[in-house]
Protein backbone atom coordinates (compact mmCIF):
# COMPACT_ATOMS: atom_id res chain seq x y z
CA UNK A 1 0.00 0.00 0.00
CA UNK A 2 2.99 2.59 1.25
CA UNK A 3 4.92 1.53 -2.03
CA UNK A 4 1.64 2.10 -4.35
CA UNK A 5 0.77 5.51 -2.95
CA UNK A 6 4.47 6.54 -3.24
CA UNK A 7 4.18 5.25 -7.09
CA UNK A 8 1.12 7.41 -6.97
CA UNK A 9 3.09 10.44 -5.77
CA UNK A 10 5.90 10.08 -8.44
CA UNK A 11 3.94 9.71 -11.35
CA UNK A 12 1.68 12.71 -10.12
CA UNK A 13 4.93 14.89 -9.67
CA UNK A 14 6.52 13.55 -13.03
CA UNK A 15 3.17 14.79 -15.11
CA UNK A 16 3.19 17.81 -13.07
CA UNK A 17 6.82 18.60 -14.14
CA UNK A 18 6.00 17.58 -17.77
CA UNK A 19 3.28 20.05 -17.96
CA UNK A 20 5.30 23.27 -16.43
CA UNK A 21 8.30 22.52 -18.57
CA UNK A 22 8.15 25.18 -21.55
CA UNK A 23 10.10 25.48 -24.61
CA UNK A 24 11.51 28.45 -26.11
CA UNK A 25 11.81 29.14 -29.52
CA UNK A 26 13.65 32.18 -31.12
CA UNK A 27 12.20 32.96 -34.25
CA UNK A 28 14.62 33.95 -36.99
CA UNK A 29 14.32 36.98 -39.17
CA UNK A 30 14.98 35.61 -42.54
CA UNK A 31 18.26 36.52 -44.43
CA UNK A 32 16.39 37.38 -47.30
CA UNK A 33 13.25 39.13 -48.75
CA UNK A 34 11.89 38.74 -52.78
CA UNK A 35 10.01 41.85 -53.71
CA UNK A 36 7.92 41.53 -56.87
CA UNK A 37 9.23 43.46 -59.89
CA UNK A 38 6.35 45.49 -62.16
CA UNK A 39 6.68 43.14 -65.02
CA UNK A 40 5.87 39.77 -64.23
CA UNK A 41 3.46 37.30 -61.94
CA UNK A 42 5.26 36.77 -58.71
CA UNK A 43 3.69 34.61 -55.63
CA UNK A 44 6.17 35.04 -52.83
CA UNK A 45 6.60 32.46 -50.06
CA UNK A 46 6.46 32.48 -46.57
CA UNK A 47 8.25 35.54 -45.22
CA UNK A 48 9.06 36.19 -48.65
CA UNK A 49 12.14 33.74 -48.38
CA UNK A 50 11.35 32.05 -51.86
CA UNK A 51 9.06 32.53 -54.69
CA UNK A 52 7.44 31.37 -57.78
CA UNK A 53 6.92 33.41 -61.13
CA UNK A 54 4.22 33.12 -63.65
CA UNK A 55 5.60 32.99 -67.77
CA UNK A 56 3.25 33.75 -69.98
CA UNK A 57 2.21 35.37 -73.27
CA UNK A 58 5.50 33.80 -75.04
CA UNK A 59 5.40 34.05 -78.70
CA UNK A 60 6.63 31.16 -80.66
CA UNK A 61 10.83 31.67 -81.50
CA UNK A 62 10.71 34.68 -79.77
CA UNK A 63 13.01 36.34 -76.89
CA UNK A 64 11.35 38.09 -74.35
CA UNK A 65 13.05 39.86 -71.85
CA UNK A 66 11.66 41.26 -68.43
CA UNK A 67 14.13 43.80 -67.17
CA UNK A 68 11.88 44.74 -64.27
CA UNK A 69 11.21 41.18 -62.91
CA UNK A 70 12.53 40.43 -59.39
CA UNK A 71 14.17 42.22 -56.81
CA UNK A 72 15.46 41.09 -53.34
CA UNK A 73 17.15 42.57 -50.67
CA UNK A 74 20.12 41.12 -48.27
CA UNK A 75 18.09 42.22 -44.79
CA UNK A 76 20.21 44.69 -42.53
CA UNK A 77 20.49 41.77 -39.46
CA UNK A 78 22.60 39.75 -41.85
CA UNK A 79 26.23 40.01 -42.34
CA UNK A 80 27.77 39.79 -45.85
CA UNK A 81 27.56 36.27 -47.17
CA UNK A 82 28.03 34.25 -49.96
CA UNK A 83 25.01 33.61 -51.63
CA UNK A 84 23.85 31.52 -55.22
CA UNK A 85 20.10 32.10 -57.14
CA UNK A 86 18.55 28.19 -57.14
CA UNK A 87 15.88 27.48 -59.75
CA UNK A 88 14.11 24.74 -57.46
CA UNK A 89 11.17 23.84 -59.26
CA UNK A 90 10.05 24.09 -63.00
CA UNK A 91 6.18 23.29 -64.11
CA UNK A 92 6.14 23.56 -67.56
CA UNK A 93 3.35 20.87 -68.73
CA UNK A 94 2.96 22.61 -72.22
CA UNK A 95 6.76 23.08 -72.54
CA UNK A 96 6.15 26.31 -73.43
CA UNK A 97 10.01 27.33 -72.18
CA UNK A 98 12.86 26.90 -74.61
CA UNK A 99 14.90 28.25 -72.65
CA UNK A 100 15.16 30.57 -69.81
CA UNK A 101 17.88 32.28 -68.24
CA UNK A 102 18.42 34.82 -64.78
CA UNK A 103 20.57 37.47 -64.27
CA UNK A 104 21.33 38.98 -60.58
CA UNK A 105 22.44 42.36 -61.13
CA UNK A 106 23.96 45.09 -58.51
CA UNK A 107 21.52 48.31 -57.95
CA UNK A 108 22.99 51.77 -58.90
CA UNK A 109 22.40 54.76 -61.02
CA UNK A 110 23.14 53.75 -64.30
CA UNK A 111 22.18 51.18 -66.46
CA UNK A 112 23.44 47.73 -67.79
CA UNK A 113 23.50 46.86 -71.77
CA UNK A 114 23.10 42.91 -71.28
CA UNK A 115 23.88 40.58 -74.22
CA UNK A 116 21.65 37.87 -74.52
CA UNK A 117 21.74 34.15 -75.37
CA UNK A 118 20.87 34.60 -78.76
CA UNK A 119 23.19 37.45 -79.86
CA UNK A 120 20.66 40.72 -79.15
CA UNK A 121 21.13 43.17 -76.37
CA UNK A 122 18.22 44.66 -73.42
CA UNK A 123 18.69 47.79 -71.38
CA UNK A 124 18.78 46.95 -67.58
CA UNK A 125 18.18 50.10 -65.80
CA UNK A 126 18.52 51.08 -62.30
CA UNK A 127 22.00 48.84 -62.23
CA UNK A 128 25.91 50.12 -61.16
CA UNK A 129 25.58 49.82 -65.10
CA UNK A 130 28.77 46.28 -64.77
CA UNK A 131 27.64 42.70 -66.12
CA UNK A 132 25.50 40.75 -63.64
CA UNK A 133 27.28 39.33 -60.68
CA UNK A 134 25.48 35.69 -61.33
CA UNK A 135 23.25 34.01 -63.60
CA UNK A 136 21.64 30.71 -63.86
CA UNK A 137 19.48 29.24 -66.94
CA UNK A 138 17.26 26.16 -67.46
CA UNK A 139 16.48 25.02 -70.58
CA UNK A 140 14.62 22.00 -73.19
CA UNK A 141 17.24 19.67 -74.25
CA UNK A 142 17.69 20.86 -77.93
CA UNK A 143 17.83 24.57 -77.07
CA UNK A 144 21.07 26.37 -76.95
CA UNK A 145 23.30 25.41 -74.14
CA UNK A 146 23.71 28.79 -73.47
CA UNK A 147 20.62 28.75 -71.58
CA UNK A 148 21.75 26.31 -69.00
CA UNK A 149 20.94 23.27 -67.40
CA UNK A 150 18.11 20.62 -68.29
CA UNK A 151 17.71 19.69 -64.85
CA UNK A 152 16.55 20.98 -61.81
CA UNK A 153 17.75 21.98 -58.92
CA UNK A 154 20.32 24.27 -60.36
CA UNK A 155 22.46 27.03 -58.78
CA UNK A 156 24.03 30.35 -60.12
CA UNK A 157 27.33 31.63 -59.64
CA UNK A 158 28.12 32.09 -56.36
CA UNK A 159 28.15 36.08 -55.27
CA UNK A 160 28.47 38.51 -52.06
CA UNK A 161 25.13 39.58 -50.52
CA UNK A 162 25.41 42.64 -48.81
CA UNK A 163 22.83 43.70 -45.26
CA UNK A 164 20.35 46.43 -46.52
CA UNK A 165 21.48 45.74 -50.49
CA UNK A 166 18.53 45.22 -52.97
CA UNK A 167 19.32 43.54 -55.91
CA UNK A 168 17.89 43.26 -59.15
CA UNK A 169 16.62 40.09 -61.43
CA UNK A 170 16.25 40.29 -65.21
CA UNK A 171 14.58 37.29 -67.10
CA UNK A 172 15.39 36.14 -70.32
CA UNK A 173 12.88 33.38 -72.10
CA UNK A 174 12.58 32.51 -75.33
CA UNK A 175 9.37 30.69 -76.36
CA UNK A 176 9.36 27.06 -77.85
CA UNK A 177 7.88 26.37 -81.39
CA UNK A 178 4.09 26.16 -81.78
CA UNK A 179 2.95 27.17 -78.45
CA UNK A 180 -0.05 28.89 -77.91
CA UNK A 181 -0.08 32.05 -76.60
CA UNK A 182 -2.62 31.47 -73.69
CA UNK A 183 -0.10 29.11 -71.70
CA UNK A 184 1.52 29.49 -68.68
CA UNK A 185 4.89 28.07 -67.04
CA UNK A 186 5.78 28.03 -63.03
CA UNK A 187 9.01 28.06 -61.50
CA UNK A 188 10.02 28.29 -58.12
CA UNK A 189 13.19 30.33 -57.35
CA UNK A 190 15.27 30.50 -54.14
CA UNK A 191 18.25 31.96 -52.97
CA UNK A 192 20.71 30.18 -50.65
CA UNK A 193 23.93 31.26 -48.67
CA UNK A 194 26.78 29.34 -49.37
Known amino acids: MVIALVSITLVAFAIYYYYNTQVYVNVETPKVTWVSGSDIAASLGTNGTWCQITMNNLEPNATTVYTDALNFTVNTD ?33 STSLTLVDGGNATINNTDGNQPIAQVGYRQATANSGY ?36 TANMGLKLLWS
Open 78 to 110: SSSSGMVLQILTVSDSNSIIWGVRFYVFNPGAS
Open 148 to 183: GSTTVPIQSSGFTGVAAKTYIIAIEVKGAAGISTGS
